[in-house]
Protein backbone atom coordinates (compact mmCIF):
# COMPACT_ATOMS: atom_id res chain seq x y z
CA UNK A 1 0.00 0.00 0.00
CA UNK A 2 1.53 3.64 -0.92
CA UNK A 3 1.86 6.25 1.95
CA UNK A 4 -1.34 9.07 0.65
CA UNK A 5 -3.64 5.44 1.16
CA UNK A 6 -1.57 4.46 4.52
CA UNK A 7 -2.34 8.36 5.57
CA UNK A 8 -5.76 8.02 4.25
CA UNK A 9 -6.48 5.28 6.68
CA UNK A 10 -4.74 6.66 10.07
CA UNK A 11 -7.09 10.11 9.37
CA UNK A 12 -9.84 7.89 9.27
CA UNK A 13 -8.89 6.38 12.18
CA UNK A 14 -7.52 9.26 13.78
CA UNK A 15 -11.82 11.12 12.85
CA UNK A 16 -13.79 8.48 14.30
CA UNK A 17 -11.25 8.70 17.44
CA UNK A 18 -12.04 12.41 17.36
CA UNK A 19 -15.77 11.95 17.20
CA UNK A 20 -15.52 9.56 20.43
CA UNK A 21 -14.07 13.03 22.45
CA UNK A 22 -16.67 14.90 24.01
CA UNK A 23 -16.95 18.72 22.66
CA UNK A 24 -18.21 21.76 24.01
CA UNK A 25 -18.55 22.98 20.02
CA UNK A 26 -20.16 19.73 18.43
CA UNK A 27 -16.87 19.07 16.85
CA UNK A 28 -16.75 22.09 14.76
CA UNK A 29 -13.46 22.98 15.25
CA UNK A 30 -12.42 18.98 14.63
CA UNK A 31 -14.50 19.08 11.30
CA UNK A 32 -12.63 22.27 10.57
CA UNK A 33 -8.65 20.68 10.85
CA UNK A 34 -9.86 17.69 9.49
CA UNK A 35 -11.42 19.26 6.07
CA UNK A 36 -7.48 20.99 6.33
CA UNK A 37 -5.57 17.94 6.36
CA UNK A 38 -7.97 16.07 4.39
CA UNK A 39 -8.70 18.27 1.03
CA UNK A 40 -4.56 18.07 0.14
CA UNK A 41 -4.18 14.47 0.68
CA UNK A 42 -7.12 13.51 -1.28
CA UNK A 43 -5.54 15.75 -3.69
CA UNK A 44 -2.41 13.69 -2.98
CA UNK A 45 -4.47 10.07 -3.56
CA UNK A 46 -5.80 11.30 -6.75
CA UNK A 47 -2.52 12.34 -7.85
CA UNK A 48 -1.21 8.74 -7.22
CA UNK A 49 -3.91 6.61 -7.89
CA UNK A 50 -6.50 8.28 -9.86
CA UNK A 51 -9.61 9.80 -9.55
CA UNK A 52 -11.45 6.83 -8.90
CA UNK A 53 -9.39 5.76 -5.77
CA UNK A 54 -9.70 9.36 -4.74
CA UNK A 55 -13.81 9.75 -4.87
CA UNK A 56 -13.77 6.20 -2.79
CA UNK A 57 -11.91 8.30 -0.46
CA UNK A 58 -13.82 10.95 -0.68
CA UNK A 59 -17.19 9.00 0.21
CA UNK A 60 -15.68 7.61 3.32
CA UNK A 61 -14.77 10.86 4.54
CA UNK A 62 -17.96 12.28 3.94
CA UNK A 63 -19.59 9.96 5.76
CA UNK A 64 -17.17 10.71 8.45
CA UNK A 65 -18.19 14.28 8.29
CA UNK A 66 -21.47 14.33 6.98
CA UNK A 67 -23.00 17.36 8.77
CA UNK A 68 -20.64 19.58 7.29
CA UNK A 69 -21.29 17.98 4.16
CA UNK A 70 -25.42 18.64 4.84
CA UNK A 71 -25.03 21.82 5.29
CA UNK A 72 -23.10 22.95 2.45
CA UNK A 73 -26.27 21.08 0.39
CA UNK A 74 -28.54 23.42 2.36
CA UNK A 75 -26.47 26.31 1.77
CA UNK A 76 -26.09 25.43 -2.39
CA UNK A 77 -30.15 24.56 -2.48
CA UNK A 78 -30.42 28.30 -0.50
CA UNK A 79 -28.33 30.04 -3.18
CA UNK A 80 -29.60 28.39 -6.12
CA UNK A 81 -33.61 29.11 -5.18
CA UNK A 82 -32.09 32.59 -4.36
CA UNK A 83 -30.88 33.27 -8.27
Request: hydrophobic share 65%.
Amino acid sequence: MSLPLILACLWLVVANVLAMIPSRDNHWTRAYVLMALGVPLLGWIGWEHGVWVALLVLVAAMSLLRWPVIYLLRWMRRQVRRG
